[in-house]
């Protein structure tokens, strides 16, 4: 909806195979560092710290921790935020529900909602151990199938001729649309802790391609059909578009309760990354008290973000185009850079370092001229 239909099409395409080569030579920097630094496993602040400090520049060693603590506050600020974006999904869906409306209601009782699930979504987030949460995941993945079915099927039902939906809008939506798909598609966070756990980890690259090629298949289907089925009368999330039935309605309450059990999923990784840098201030019989009283801090700046920007899709975009250019595209060339410098594999005419350079300067001009127009939305200007 924002950059028109088959531009929307073939560059969510084009970012699937990016991103998917990006996650690519991040975990493949990480095995090269296994076998030299001769570690078994590595975060990927881990990874970004010893890669400079072993890297081929002398006057960099010593600022390891300065890239360490950069993709520390980056994947703060990307998963924080998701969270922000849970909680708006969940409160629109909730509206729509209790208001019984086809159409998206007042932003003022938006926010009201958001406020009323924040108190369950605090006493989520008390919970500190993923044994409770993370087999919803299993069945959250079976409603995102139903849900991916449901809109082809109903916004075939409603579709028009294909050639009235726009093929191209404009610059600044397709900027605003690049930040929304690299945030919709973008796993580099969780590619190590995978490669970590995984039997075979040199078996990644067949996880990461079915993987990925999962992912992107629902983006096309879930992007392509809604936008031809509902056109320029979209709302955010889809499941909103869908009819009064029984069964849409079924369907929009049990995603609205996985989204919520998501929450406190995304929640718990960047807070117990901050909570390793927090916890060193407290002593440690008072960290059962301290964490908690952090987790709640938290959870209210998350809220507090999520009432003074209720429209998601501006904040979707802004993480994607901010964070995710960083996290996906910009840390992983400059790690891998700083890998295989002095390596042989550099190969003939240096490929890989200007394969890289190429890497780093798409991310930084999607970082900026998607931050630009995605800043631009999220304020109203």
């Known amino acids: 909806m924002k950059c028109g239909l088959w531009t929307a099409l073939f560059t969510t395409v084009i970012f699937g195979f990016y991103i998917t080569y990006c996650i690519h030579i991040l975990v493949t920097s990480a095995q090269t560092l296994y076998v030299k630094l001769k570690?078994?496993?590595?975060?990927?602040?881990?990874?970004?710290?010893?890669?400079?400090?072993?890297?081929?520049?002398?006057?960099?060693?010593k600022h390891g921790a300065l890239f360490r603590y950069g993709v520390d506050i980056t994947i703060c600020l990307d998963l924080f935020g998701s969270c922000a974006v849970y909680e708006i999904i969940i409160a629109k869906t909730i509206q729509?529900?209790?208001?019984?409306?086809?159409?998206?209601g007042p932003i003022s009782v938006l926010r009201l909602y958001i406020l009323i699930i924040a108190l369950p979504i605090l006493l989520l987030c008390m919970i500190r151990s993923l044994k409770y949460l993370a087999p919803f995941t299993l069945v959250g993945d079976l409603f995102i199938i139903m849900c991916v079915i449901a809109t082809?099927?109903?916004?075939?039902?409603?579709?028009?001729d294909v050639s009235e939906r726009p093929a191209w809008k404009n610059f600044v939506g397709f900027f605003e649309f690049c930040g929304v798909v690299v945030f919709s598609m973008e796993g580099i966070g969780v590619s190590l802790p995978i490669e970590n756990n995984m039997k075979n980890p040199k078996r990644f690259p067949i996880v990461l391609c079915?993987?990925?090629?999962?992912?992107?298949?629902?983006?096309?289907?879930?992007?392509?059909?809604?936008?031809?089925?509902?056109?320029?009368?979209?709302?955010?999330?889809?499941?909103?578009?869908?009819?009064?039935?029984?069964?849409?309605?079924i369907l929009k309450a049990l995603i609205a309760v996985m989204i919520f059990i998501t929450f406190g999923l995304n929640f718990w990784a960047p807070f117990n990354l901050v909570w390793f840098y927090l916890g060193k201030r407290y002593p440690e019989n008072k960290h059962y008290i301290?964490?908690?009283?952090?987790?709640?801090?938290?959870?209210?700046?998350?809220?507090?973000?999520a009432v003074a920007f209720p429209n998601m899709g501006p904040i979707m975009g802004l993480i994607g185009s901010f964070c995710l250019s960083l996290m996906?595209?910009?840390?992983?060339?400059?790690?891998?850079t700083l890998?295989?410098?002095?390596?042989?594999?550099l190969g003939f005419a240096k490929w890989r370092l200007w394969k890289n350079i190429f890497i780093f300067i798409v991310g930084i001009i999607l970082m900026v001229s998607g931050t630009y127009s995605s800043g631009k939305a999220l304020l109203g200007l």
């Open 39 to 61: 570690i078994p496993a590595m975060s990927y602040p881990d990874l970004a710290e010893k890669s400079m400090e072993h890297g081929p520049f002398p006057k960099c060693r």
């Open 96 to 104: 729509q529900l209790v208001d019984d409306t086809e159409k998206e």
């Open 152 to 160: 082809v099927v109903y916004a075939l039902e409603i579709a028009p």
């Open 210 to 249: 079915v993987g990925m090629a999962v992912v992107v298949s629902f983006l096309l289907l879930t992007g392509f059909f809604g936008y031809w089925g509902y056109g320029e009368t979209l709302i955010s999330p889809i499941t909103l578009n869908f009819p009064r039935d029984i069964f849409p309605t």
């Open 290 to 305: 301290w964490e908690r009283v952090y987790r709640a801090i938290f959870v209210v700046i998350i809220t507090v973000v």
């Open 328 to 336: 996906g595209f910009i840390f992983p060339a400059l790690i891998e």
């Open 339 to 345: 890998v295989i410098w002095e390596s042989p594999g």
